[in-house]
């Protein structure tokens, strides 16, 4: 069974402009690594946020509430890279380095 294009059920055709070399190996490689980035986020922000529970829905609301919530998540993110800097600079500051 296919949708008319050829294309099985669960898998999706993407088209894409790149400057990569044509080696459909590491075009694909790149393409997995970004999509595996881009899924991390969604769901980390659906489980911090309960993005998928949110009832946002009039006018601008949901895109106002999805940039405040990747920006909380992007602070958040900068703190505990911070913290553990922080950290690793103390530890070393004690060693003598």
Same mark, same amino acid.
């Given at each position: 069974m296919n949708d008319g294009c050829g294309i099985k059920p669960g898998l999706k055709l993407v088209f894409t402009l790149s400057s990569l070399s044509s080696n459909a190996e590491t075009i694909a490689g790149a393409l997995r690594s970004h999509w595996g980035i881009e899924n991390s986020l969604y769901w980390t922000l659906d489980v911090t946020f309960c993005?998928?529970?949110?009832?946002?829905?009039? &006018?601008?609301?949901?895109?106002? !509430?999805? @940039? @405040?919530?990747?920006?909380?998540?992007? @602070?958040?993110?900068?703190?505990?890279? !911070?913290? /553990?800097?922080?950290?690793?600079? /103390?530890?070393?500051?004690?060693?003598? &380095?």
């Open positions: 993005e998928d529970e949110s009832r946002i829905r009039k &006018q601008n609301s949901p895109e106002n !509430f999805a @940039l @405040l919530r990747r920006e909380c998540y992007k @602070l958040t993110e900068i703190r505990k890279n !911070f913290k /553990t800097k922080s950290k690793n600079e /103390t530890v070393s500051s004690r060693n003598g &380095q």
